[in-house]
């Protein structure tokens, strides 16, 4: 099983609004998936990202101090899904918790898919349906979506809805990068803030 590698859209090192505690939460790239709505669209072609090894991705996510595990988002990661169960085994190993983002449904999910899931300590299972996005939702897009915990290190029902989740990192370069739910008057303020502080 070691030796794969996987495909990154993004990451971000440490983030406290995808999971429990503090976390690095990776995009992957490439999804097939293709839901009407999604915010993630640069992220559905194969080509794109960056080309990591496992074992080198695990070594720099080790090396963020502080955390309490990962996430995977994406794009999808259960398309990479080799990769990510040898990421997962990897990190629970170490002692990092796992919270895995997937589009499938259960019943869709091959034998490696399921084999991921079932490593993670948190899942969220199901397509994002733009007619039932609900930005009042903890850690989920559309209100279809499944919250669960496979493994039982966490109890879901210690994280209630009812507030929208958004991070703004600002990196080395000055790239800013919007993370959560942001809703449209959300993204013009920053636009504006931004707009006045260049002129």
């Not at 097939?32 to 080198?56: D, F, I, R, Y």
């Not at 948190?122 to 009042?136: A, C, D, Q, W």
């Amino acid at each position: 099983m070691p030796g794969h590698n996987i495909m990154l859209a993004q990451m971000v090192e440490q983030t406290d609004i995808y999971g429990p505690g503090i976390r690095s939460a990776i995009w992957v790239q490439g999804c097939t998936l293709a839901c009407k709505g999604c915010w993630n669209t640069q992220m559905w072609p194969k080509k794109g990202g960056e080309n990591h090894s496992v074992v080198e991705l695990h070594n720099l996510l080790m090396n963020v101090e502080g955390n309490e595990g990962i996430t995977l988002l994406g794009g999808e990661p259960l398309q990479q899904s080799e990769a990510v169960l040898e990421l997962i085994k990897l990190q629970k190993a170490a002692g990092r918790t796992v919270m895995l983002y997937s589009g499938y449904e259960p019943e869709e999910l091959d034998l490696v898919q399921q084999e991921c899931v079932d490593n993670s300590d948190i899942v969220i299972l199901g397509r994002y349906k733009e007619e039932l996005r609900n930005t009042k939702l903890r850690w989920r897009g559309s209100e279809n979506q499944v919250l669960y915990s496979p493994t039982g290190r966490y109890t879901v029902e210690d994280f209630p809805d009812g507030e929208t989740e958004i991070s703004v990192h600002i990196d080395g370069d000055g790239k800013l990068l919007i993370t959560g739910y942001p809703d449209l008057e959300f993204m013009m303020e920053i636009m504006d803030k931004i707009t006045g502080e260049l002129l």
